[in-house]
């Protein structure tokens, strides 16, 4: 069936670095791919989706390009500041599963000053 | 647009007693609810599919008589927790499709339920 991998965490930047969340998928047929962030004692938050390769999805300086030879959608954001500390799952929806989003394990940052 | 409002955000129960969660499309029609359950410092898993006016499709492991699903509106759906034991606590998510409007689906704030 689908799925999501994503880099294990935690990780630990300090503020102004580079950030690069790594996150692959299997899945049959064309899935939609999102990042979606969850802070501390809060729901999700859907942080920037694509639906076709090649899609690049941004927002709040996070991008990821959904990539079909290598079915990645790599989260990053070139300065990350310390309200970037959450944690962010990569997820997957398709028609076959009736759109249900199929997520991955997620990866707690932490962001220090 | 394109709101799903979750109900009670938390909740503190008696083993043994019952929890209802509601799961409201507040500016548009869900023809489809999602709800999942998330463990602490676990992903998202989800526990079951419902279609308005149909019945909840159960993900494998997961107990249809002791979590209940009800979608019987294109605005709410509800989910109740049965006899609910200290081992059903845990934060319950549900979002919410609008077949018509494409493929994404809007999630709620999320209940964190406690069972003592």
């Known amino acids: 069936g689908d799925s999501v991998t994503q880099m294990e965490g935690p990780v630990t930047l300090s503020e102004e670095a580079f950030l690069t969340i790594n996150c692959t998928y299997t899945a049959t047929g064309y899935p939609s791919l999102f990042w979606y962030v969850q802070y501390p004692g809060e729901g999700l938050q859907l942080l920037l989706k694509?639906?076709?390769?090649?899609d690049k999805g941004s927002n709040k300086g996070f991008e990821a390009t959904y990539r079909k030879e290598t079915t990645s959608f790599h989260l990053e954001k070139g300065s990350v500041q310390v309200s970037d500390s959450a944690v962010y799952f990569c997820?997957?929806?398709?028609?076959?599963?009736?759109?249900?989003?199929?997520f991955g394990k997620g990866t707690s940052l932490l962001v220090t000053p | 647009g394109a709101v799903v409002s979750q109900h009670p955000s938390w909740v503190i129960c008696k083993s043994g007693t019952s929890v209802k969660i509601e799961c409201r499309s507040l500016?548009?029609?869900?023809?489809?609810m999602f709800w999942y359950r998330q463990f602490p410092k676990q992903s998202l898993m989800l526990m079951a599919t419902s279609n308005e006016g149909s019945k909840a499709t159960y993900e494998q492991g997961v107990e249809k008589d002791k979590f209940l699903i009800n979608h019987a509106s294109l605005t709410l759906s509800t989910l109740t927790v049965t006899s609910a034991h200290p081992e059903d606590s845990s934060f319950y998510i549900c979002?919410?499709?609008?077949?018509?409007?494409?493929?994404?689906?809007?999630f709620g704030q999320g209940t964190r339920l406690t069972v003592v």
């Open positions: 500016d548009f029609q869900a023809t489809t």
């Open positions: 694509a639906t076709k390769a090649d």
């Open positions: 997820a997957l929806s398709a028609r076959a599963s009736g759109y249900a989003l199929n």
């Open positions: 979002s919410a499709r609008d077949s018509h409007r494409g493929s994404e689906a809007f």
